[in-house]
């Protein structure tokens, strides 16, 4: 079998070949064996507490009872976005630094737009392709390729400087439904297995390894995946114990069409077209995510010995449900109850395998979500949705046709948050490219919906006002993949439209209900507390790596966090 291509390998032939030594297990001790990082996508930092009703014992009731709770933690920048926030988690920086501004960005070169992890070096081992038509995420359906990496990150992660100071025999794995959220926590130096719709299993790229280890045509054979066929999605408890039990039926929520918006929810037949898509928008994809993880912790041996192990869990059920049904409704409330329970599934494991007291637990979210502005109107909060297709027909930009000239299709691309202009129009006309800029900016910042329009260039020279929403939009911005506008909605507007889908809740914006989210340290020596400062999420790598004794990823600009440091006893 093919060994893994990882950073570790490097960092053990860079050692004999320099003559260094290579960490032994002697400089591990004291370091918990492993780290559990789990990021549960689109989990608001309210949700714990707002259906806190639902939670048992194990799970987050666990975490809350012995670990250090922020209930203030936010991301700090703009575009609050999946990739955003699992690599700003990674790698304790900013967009900005560590490039994965969006889950989708413009490519200049090629003229298309581009997945954040693709990379057609690197194709999928032993799958026959991404069958982009059973994807609810347009993200995904741009993907002008199925291969996948994380090159495209530009620092290192927590888990590239646990394998870079333990060595070799640090083992580091990232799970996940999703790829860029497996691909982002598990770094260069790790492995890293995502879900294919597709394929109806877990997968990986040849960035990693060439072939599948036994284990996994094991977990394959046993059929979880399947086992869910002509099943469904039920309630796990009575309705009347529900906040949402009598809104099982909200005119905003998506109905897809097999699976509906009230319950029960139908997975249909196991060769149905949408049957693995109508799994990840329901509980099941985390339940199978967790599963997954099991069978990795046990079959790779994590936490087994003196040398600290990463693992990254990264539940994206959360995410899917919120997109289809929003965060208030009877689907979010009982995933949110499920959830719970396969958590406390997941640590009950990692007890038996490992040791609580031997694990470190870091959780935390890569954002938050927004209202639909129908359940906002109910409380009388004034919000909307913005068609970005129909901006082209405004007066003002119909003005702009005539002073730049007829034809003048100024706008190239828009792939939310980010406006890209036509440059090479731009040039052909020998049209001023910052008056351009300004004056299409100014336009947009003109349209109900819209509370910025930030022109990148503004943002090279420093030239705006500097307030939290600027500074947010400036976390966000790498002069090399950015667009050459910034789009900020106003608070509780977002673009619902996905492709020709019509969602329920969309996330991105600089606003608190999608930089808020849970923030929880547990493991042995770390005093249990409630912390209400704020603090960033760029800090949460850093704070490992200060547990560890590991440097900070490269270009980490977050900082430890005190509370989650270990209490020590004072010697007599």
Same mark, same amino acid.
């Given at each position: 079998?093919?060994?893994?291509?990882?950073?570790?390998?490097?960092?053990?032939?860079?050692?004999?070949?320099?003559?260094?030594?290579?960490?032994?297990?002697?400089?591990?001790?004291?370091?918990?064996?492993?780290?559990?990082?789990?990021?549960?996508?689109?989990?608001?930092?309210?949700?714990?507490?707002?259906?806190?009703?639902?939670?048992?014992?194990?799970?987050?009731?666990?975490?809350?009872?012995?670990?250090?709770?922020?209930?203030?933690?936010?991301?700090?920048?703009?575009?609050?976005?999946?990739?955003?926030?699992?690599?700003?988690?990674?790698?304790?920086?900013?967009?900005?630094?560590?490039?994965?501004?969006?889950?989708?960005?413009?490519?200049?070169?090629?003229?298309?737009?581009?997945?954040?992890?693709?990379?057609?070096?690197?194709?999928?081992?032993?799958?026959?392709?991404?069958?982009?038509?059973?994807?609810?995420?347009?993200?995904?359906?741009?993907?002008?390729?199925?291969?996948?990496?994380?090159?495209?990150?530009?620092?290192?992660?927590?888990?590239?400087?646990?394998?870079?100071?333990?060595?070799?025999?640090?083992?580091?794995?990232?799970?996940?439904?999703?790829?860029?959220?497996?691909?982002?926590?598990?770094?260069?130096?790790?492995?890293?297995?995502?879900?294919?719709?597709?394929?109806?299993?877990?997968?990986?790229?040849?960035?990693?390894?060439?072939?599948?280890?036994?284990?996994?045509?094991?977990?394959?054979?046993?059929?979880?995946?399947?086992?869910?066929?002509?099943?469904?999605? !039920? @309630?796990?408890? =009575? $309705?009347?114990?529900?906040? *949402?039990?009598?809104? /099982?039926?909200? +005119?905003?929520?998506?109905?897809?069409?097999?699976?509906?918006?009230?319950?029960?929810?139908?997975?249909?037949?196991?060769?149905?077209?949408?049957?693995?898509?109508?799994?990840?928008?329901?509980?099941?994809?985390?339940?199978?995510?967790?599963?997954?993880?099991?069978?990795?912790?046990?079959?790779?041996?994590?936490?087994?010995?003196?040398?600290?192990?990463?693992?990254?869990?990264?539940?994206?059920?959360?995410?899917?449900?919120?997109?289809?049904?929003?965060?208030?409704?009877?689907?979010?409330?009982?995933?949110?109850?499920?959830?719970?329970?396969?958590?406390?599934?997941?640590?009950?494991?990692?007890?038996?395998?490992?040791?609580?007291?031997?694990?470190?637990?870091?959780?935390?979210?890569?954002?938050?979500?927004?209202?639909?502005?129908?359940?906002?109107? !109910? @409380?009388?909060? =004034? $919000?909307?949705?913005?068609? *970005?297709?129909?901006? /082209?027909?405004? +007066?003002?930009?119909?003005?702009?046709?005539?002073?730049?000239?007829?034809?003048?299709?100024?706008?190239?691309?828009?792939?939310?948050?980010?406006?890209?202009?036509?440059?090479?129009?731009?040039?052909?006309?020998?049209?001023?490219?910052?008056?351009?800029?300004?004056?299409?900016?100014?336009?947009?910042?003109?349209?109900?919906?819209?509370?910025?329009?930030?022109?990148?260039?503004?943002?090279?020279?420093?030239?705006?006002?500097?307030?939290?929403?600027?500074?947010?939009?400036?976390?966000?911005?790498?002069?090399?993949?950015?667009?050459?506008?910034?789009?900020?909605?106003?608070?509780?507007?977002?673009?619902?439209?996905?492709?020709?889908?019509?969602?329920?809740?969309?996330?991105?914006?600089?606003?608190?209900?999608?930089?808020?989210?849970?923030?929880?340290?547990?493991?042995?020596?770390? $005093?249990?507390?409630?912390?209400?400062?704020?603090?960033?999420?760029?800090?949460?790598?850093?704070?490992?790596?200060?547990?560890?004794?590991?440097?900070?990823?490269?270009?980490?600009?977050?900082?430890?966090?005190?509370?989650?440091?270990?209490?020590?006893?004072?010697?007599?």
């Amino acid at each position: 079998m093919t060994e893994p291509k990882t950073i570790s390998m490097l960092v053990k032939w860079a050692a004999v070949g320099l003559g260094l030594a290579i960490p032994s297990v002697s400089s591990a001790q004291d370091k918990p064996r492993l780290v559990l990082q789990i990021t549960v996508d689109q989990l608001r930092g309210d949700l714990i507490h707002r259906y806190g009703t639902h939670i048992a014992e194990g799970g987050f009731r666990y975490l809350l009872d012995t670990g250090v709770t922020f209930t203030n933690a936010h991301h700090r920048h703009a575009n609050t976005e999946t990739i955003v926030g699992h690599t700003t988690l990674a790698t304790g920086t900013d967009p900005a630094i560590h490039g994965m501004v969006a889950n989708l960005w413009f490519d200049r070169k090629t003229g298309t737009p581009f997945y954040n992890v693709q990379d057609p070096d690197y194709p999928l081992v032993g799958a026959s392709g991404i069958d982009a038509e059973n994807e609810i995420d347009p993200t995904q359906r741009a993907a002008t390729t199925d291969g996948r990496s994380p090159r495209n990150i530009i620092s290192s992660t927590i888990s590239d400087e646990i394998a870079l100071h333990f060595g070799p025999s640090s083992k580091i794995f990232g799970v996940s439904v999703k790829d860029r959220g497996a691909i982002a926590m598990a770094g260069h130096a790790g492995e890293a297995y995502w879900f294919s719709k597709a394929e109806g299993r877990f997968v990986t790229s040849t960035f990693y390894r060439d072939t599948y280890p036994a284990w996994v045509g094991k977990w394959d054979e046993k059929g979880m995946v399947a086992s869910y066929a002509d099943r469904s999605w !039920t @309630l796990l408890g =009575e $309705a009347e114990d529900y906040a *949402f039990g009598d809104r /099982d039926d909200q +005119p905003w929520e998506t109905d897809m069409p097999g699976f509906g918006r009230v319950f029960p929810h139908h997975w249909g037949a196991a060769d149905g077209k949408y049957y693995t898509t109508f799994l990840t928008l329901s509980p099941a994809g985390d339940e199978i995510t967790v599963d997954f993880a099991k069978a990795l912790l046990d079959a790779e041996q994590l936490g087994k010995d003196e040398i600290t192990d990463y693992l990254s869990v990264s539940l994206s059920s959360t995410d899917y449900v919120g997109h289809i049904f929003g965060p208030s409704s009877l689907e979010a409330e009982d995933n949110f109850a499920r959830l719970d329970r396969q958590i406390a599934d997941l640590l009950k494991h990692v007890q038996t395998a490992v040791g609580l007291e031997n694990t470190l637990i870091v959780l935390s979210a890569d954002h938050g979500a927004p209202e639909h502005p129908e359940y906002l109107a !109910t @409380l009388g909060i =004034e $919000a909307g949705l913005f068609d *970005f297709s129909r901006v /082209d027909t405004e +007066p003002g930009f119909v003005r702009l046709q005539t002073d730049f000239g007829e034809s003048a299709d100024l706008v190239q691309n828009f792939s939310n948050p980010y406006l890209y202009l036509n440059k090479d129009l731009i040039s052909e006309r020998g049209l001023d490219p910052l008056a351009v800029e300004h004056a299409v900016a100014e336009e947009l910042q003109k349209l109900p919906g819209i509370a910025y329009a930030i022109g990148s260039s503004d943002l090279r020279r420093g030239s705006f006002a500097k307030t939290r929403i600027s500074d947010a939009v400036l976390a966000n911005f790498n002069p090399d993949r950015s667009g050459d506008i910034y789009v900020v909605f106003e608070p509780h507007w977002f673009v619902a439209d996905f492709d020709g889908l019509h969602v329920a809740s969309a996330h991105g914006s600089p606003w608190t209900y999608d930089t808020h989210v849970p923030l929880i340290f547990s493991g042995s020596n770390i $005093a249990p507390q409630t912390v209400v400062r704020r603090v960033e999420t760029v800090d949460v790598a850093p704070t490992i790596a200060s547990l560890l004794g590991t440097k900070a990823p490269s270009g980490a600009v977050g900082v430890p966090l005190p509370e989650a440091m270990p209490v020590t006893k004072d010697k007599p």
